[in-house]
Each structure stands twice: as structure tokens, then as C-alpha cells.
């Protein structure tokens, strides 16, 4: 496909403001006719739906994909009759059965095997992948459901994200990544430029391997500090698209951060997408129906243009000496060692302070990932923002 054509793939939005299934079914079926998906694409072929299971939370707290999502999109293609429908993710942390459980019960999606042609994944295997056009990746162990799929599905959510700015359809497939070798991946790109482009390297694997399409959950959204212990926000859309640029731009501009995040400048220098929301057709799958424009709160992490004008100085290290780190806070602590297993680096420990287990961070180590922000159950790590930087903000 050319760059030329690739700057023209549609993004279809609906107006959608609950999580009622036959509501959803409707409109993902509405978003499937305006994007002329046909028969064919889905008929006896194996489907992957990749959801959002960042960690084992609960739906109405969004941080997760919502099951109302999944069943209704599971219930439209199952009128196709593929040969199966396989909803698989590997969330932060181990990649084993016992762990899967934990997430699907947790995050509501039990029910959902009930359903025709439809499995939770529960092979924990993965397989080597080689990326021959990867800049940055050029192989990687991936969960072998994505390796076998036909069809990928990825139903991400609109989320902020503490490292990438946002969490939606580029950023979801990181989730292919089988469990702890995401640290890995961290510390393998420490720098924002390099892991945004490691993202697009995965990205374009699973456009290239399978027919791909991107279906955002933004019926409720999460701003301040995502993707995990941010806030809700009733956002009330769902978008589709065949290139997850685009949808990731549209959801940009629909959260107030256009022109904000790295990986999809990233796609763009490849000619992938472009940059302005306006330049990509937008379809409504809904009879005068507008796409929303919000502002999201965004995460403590970010301090918009100010950090990403100071990139170059120094090499880097003033935008480093600027960032947002993160803390422990003890009183919310309880020592659970989720932290010290998630960082990339080992820069975390547990100590004892008062008779009582917490985290500590060794500052002068830490590459800014947010892993153990992200990941801890009781959100006791914080980030704590430069003084100037607040004043500034």
C-alpha cells in the first residue's frame, strides 16, 4: 500500500453512551457497513480480539476494555461464522493460566466463553517473530494467538497513558509482548523516541501478518493517570479504523492532545498517517452524529512542548532532569513487591521502615518508564513533578 493511499484510510465514529449490548451491537455493526467490511474478510478464518486487560481491574473503573464491548462485537462477528473468535492479551506481569483467570474474572469477561466460536485464550506459549522492515525491533517473542490469527481485532480503549501520552490502538498491541518481556522491552528502549518506534514496529508486524482492524472503546475513557489510575470520563463514542494512526490521531484530537504523541510522529515519518486530524476522512456511522471534542486531564507525567523542547539540549539529560519521577507513598504502600518485579531496571527494593515492608527507588537509576506506576495494585506510587515544572504549569 502506498503512502499516499495509507494517508486516506477512513476512521468511522458512532455516538454510543452505554454499556448496553444490544446499543453496541448496533453500532458496531454500523461502523462495520460504513467501513465496507464484507462476509469474506471473517468467514472461516481464526479472529483475534486483543482487549485492553492492562491489569485485573474492574470495567467500570476504564481502565480495561469493557466486556459489553466484547460481547457485543463478539455476537457480530459470530453472524460471519469464522472458525474462531480467540480474545487473548498479556497483561503486565506474568503470562501464565492462574494469572489469565485472575484477569478475565476480574475484568468481567467469564461469560464471554459461553458464546459461539469464542475462547479466552489459555495457551500461555509464544513464538519468535522477525520484523524484516523493523527501524528499531527486528524480532521478538510474541503470545502465539496473535501469530496464528487471520484476523486481528484490536479494541483498545481511550485511555492517557504516564509514558506515551496516549493508550489506544498503537500502544495495545504492546500488549502482544508476553508478560514480564514488556520490562524487558523497557529496558531495552529506555529513550521515549526509540520505545515509540519499537511500538510502531510491532504495530506494522500485525498489519502486515493479518487483516487488521482497530476498534476503540470510548464510550467511557480515562484521563489524568493512565492507563491504570487515572480517572473516568464519560466520552461516549466508538470509533473503527483500518489503520490504527488514524484512529489514534482522531482520538488525539477527541481528547485535547493533538500533535502530542511520539509514536504517531513516528508513523507519520514513515508515511503511515498524517499528523492533521482534519487531512483524514472521517465517516459517521450515525445520522448527524459529531465527533466529540474533550480535554482530558492529562497525566503527571507530561508536561507538554516545555520537556519536548528541551530534548535536544544537553543531549538530553535537562528534558531528563525535568521529568516527572516516581515516589513511593508509604501510607498507601503495602509491600506487595509488584513494583520491584515490574521495573526494567532493578532500581526498586523493599525496605524496612518502622517495622513495616515498603518500596524504595534509587532515583539516580530510574529510565522514567512509570512501569511501577502503571502496575501497582494499591496506587501508591506517585509522580512527582520537577517544582519548576509546576510552577510553570
Same mark, same amino acid.
Given at each position: 500500500?502506498?503512502?499516499?493511499?495509507?494517508?486516506?484510510?477512513?476512521?468511522?465514529?458512532?455516538?454510543?453512551?452505554?454499556?448496553?449490548?444490544?446499543?453496541?451491537?448496533?453500532?458496531?455493526? #454500523?461502523?462495520?457497513?460504513?467501513?465496507?467490511?464484507?462476509?469474506?474478510?471473517?468467514?472461516?478464518?481464526?479472529?483475534?480480539?486483543?482487549?485492553?486487560?492492562?491489569? /485485573?481491574? +474492574?470495567?467500570?473503573?476504564?481502565? =480495561?476494555?469493557?466486556?459489553?464491548?466484547?460481547?457485543?462485537?463478539?455476537?457480530?462477528?459470530?453472524?460471519?461464522?469464522?472458525?474462531?473468535?480467540?480474545?487473548?492479551?498479556?497483561?503486565?506481569?506474568?503470562?501464565?493460566?492462574?494469572?489469565?483467570?485472575?484477569?478475565? $474474572?476480574?475484568?468481567?469477561?467469564?461469560?464471554?466463553?459461553?458464546?459461539?466460536?469464542?475462547?479466552?485464550?489459555?495457551?500461555?506459549?509464544?513464538?519468535? *517473530?522477525?520484523?524484516?522492515?523493523?527501524?528499531?525491533?527486528?524480532?521478538?517473542?510474541?503470545? $502465539?494467538?496473535?501469530?496464528? #490469527?487471520?484476523?486481528?481485532?484490536?479494541?483498545?480503549?481511550?485511555?492517557?497513558? %504516564?509514558?506515551?501520552?496516549?493508550?489506544? /490502538?498503537?500502544?495495545?498491541?504492546?500488549?502482544?509482548?508476553? %508478560?514480564?518481556?514488556?520490562?524487558?522491552?523497557?529496558?531495552?528502549?529506555?529513550?521515549?523516541?526509540?520505545?515509540? &518506534?519499537?511500538?510502531?514496529?510491532? =504495530?506494522?508486524?500485525? $498489519?502486515?501478518? =493479518? &487483516?487488521?482492524?482497530?476498534?476503540?472503546?470510548?464510550?467511557?475513557?480515562?484521563?489524568?493517570?493512565?492507563?491504570?489510575? %487515572?480517572?473516568? *470520563?464519560?466520552?461516549?463514542?466508538?470509533?473503527?479504523?483500518?489503520?490504527?494512526?488514524?484512529?489514534?490521531?482522531?482520538?488525539?484530537?477527541?481528547?485535547?492532545?493533538?500533535? /502530542?504523541?511520539?509514536?504517531?510522529?513516528? /508513523?507519520?515519518? $514513515?508515511?503511515?498517517?498524517?499528523?492533521?486530524?482534519?487531512?483524514?476522512?472521517?465517516?459517521?456511522? @450515525?445520522?448527524?452524529?459529531?465527533?466529540?471534542?474533550?480535554?482530558?486531564?492529562?497525566? @503527571?507525567?507530561?508536561?507538554?512542548?516545555?520537556? +519536548?523542547?528541551?530534548?535536544?539540549?544537553?543531549?538530553?539529560?535537562?528534558?531528563?532532569?525535568?521529568?516527572?519521577?516516581?515516589?513511593?507513598?508509604?501510607?498507601?504502600?503495602?509491600?506487595?513487591?509488584?513494583?520491584?518485579?515490574?521495573?526494567?531496571?532493578?532500581?526498586?527494593?523493599? *525496605?524496612?521502615? +518502622?517495622? +513495616?515492608?515498603?518500596?524504595?527507588?534509587?532515583?539516580?537509576?530510574?529510565?522514567?518508564?512509570?512501569?511501577?506506576?502503571?502496575?501497582?495494585?494499591?496506587?501508591?506510587?506517585?509522580?512527582?513533578?520537577?517544582?519548576?515544572?509546576?510552577?510553570?504549569?
Amino acid at each position: 500500500m502506498s503512502a499516499a493511499s495509507m494517508n486516506k484510510i477512513p476512521v468511522a465514529h458512532a455516538a454510543c453512551t452505554a454499556y448496553d449490548v444490544p446499543l453496541i451491537r448496533e453500532k458496531i455493526s #454500523a461502523l462495520f457497513r460504513t467501513l465496507r467490511f464484507t462476509p469474506d474478510m471473517f468467514a472461516g478464518k481464526i479472529i483475534l480480539v486483543k482487549p485492553n486487560l492492562v491489569m /485485573a481491574k +474492574k470495567p467500570e473503573l476504564a481502565a =480495561t476494555t469493557h466486556p459489553a464491548v466484547l460481547r457485543a462485537l463478539a455476537e457480530v462477528l459470530a453472524e460471519f461464522a469464522p472458525k474462531k473468535i480467540v480474545i487473548a492479551d498479556s497483561a503486565g506481569g506474568p503470562y501464565n493460566p492462574p494469572a489469565l483467570q485472575v484477569l478475565y $474474572r476480574t475484568c468481567g469477561l467469564m461469560s464471554l466463553a459461553e458464546l459461539p466460536f469464542v475462547e479466552l485464550n489459555t495457551d500461555c506459549s509464544f513464538d519468535n *517473530v522477525e520484523m524484516e522492515n523493523g527501524l528499531r525491533l527486528r524480532h521478538c517473542h510474541m503470545i $502465539r494467538p496473535a501469530v496464528e #490469527a487471520d484476523v486481528c481485532i484490536n479494541v483498545c480503549k481511550l485511555k492517557t497513558h %504516564g509514558l506515551t501520552g496516549l493508550s489506544c /490502538a498503537t500502544k495495545n498491541l504492546f500488549g502482544l509482548i508476553p %508478560g514480564v518481556e514488556k520490562f524487558e522491552m523497557h529496558a531495552t528502549f529506555p529513550q521515549i523516541e526509540d520505545f515509540s &518506534e519499537m511500538l510502531v514496529d510491532i =504495530t506494522e508486524y500485525m $498489519r502486515g501478518h =493479518t &487483516e487488521y482492524i482497530a476498534l476503540c472503546d470510548g464510550i467511557l475513557g480515562m484521563e489524568g493517570n493512565g492507563p491504570t489510575h %487515572g480517572t473516568p *470520563v464519560e466520552a461516549g463514542v466508538l470509533l473503527a479504523s483500518r489503520s490504527p494512526y488514524a484512529l489514534d490521531v482522531m482520538a488525539e484530537h477527541i481528547i485535547g492532545c493533538d500533535r /502530542a504523541v511520539l509514536h504517531l510522529d513516528a /508513523a507519520a515519518k $514513515r508515511g503511515l498517517v498524517v499528523r492533521d486530524w482534519q487531512e483524514i476522512p472521517l465517516l459517521s456511522a @450515525d445520522e448527524d452524529a459529531s465527533l466529540p471534542a474533550l480535554s482530558f486531564r492529562k497525566p @503527571d507525567s507530561t508536561s507538554g512542548k516545555f520537556l +519536548k523542547n528541551l530534548s535536544g539540549i544537553m543531549g538530553g539529560r535537562l528534558a531528563e532532569a525535568f521529568a516527572a519521577r516516581p515516589v513511593i507513598k508509604a501510607s498507601s504502600c503495602v509491600g506487595c513487591g509488584v513494583c520491584v518485579q515490574s521495573c526494567p531496571v532493578h532500581t526498586i527494593a523493599l *525496605v524496612t521502615k +518502622k517495622q +513495616k515492608k515498603i518500596a524504595s527507588i534509587t532515583p539516580d537509576k530510574c529510565i522514567r518508564c512509570y512501569c511501577c506506576q502503571e502496575l501497582c495494585p494499591k496506587g501508591a506510587v506517585v509522580l512527582r513533578k520537577n517544582p519548576l515544572i509546576r510552577w510553570i504549569h
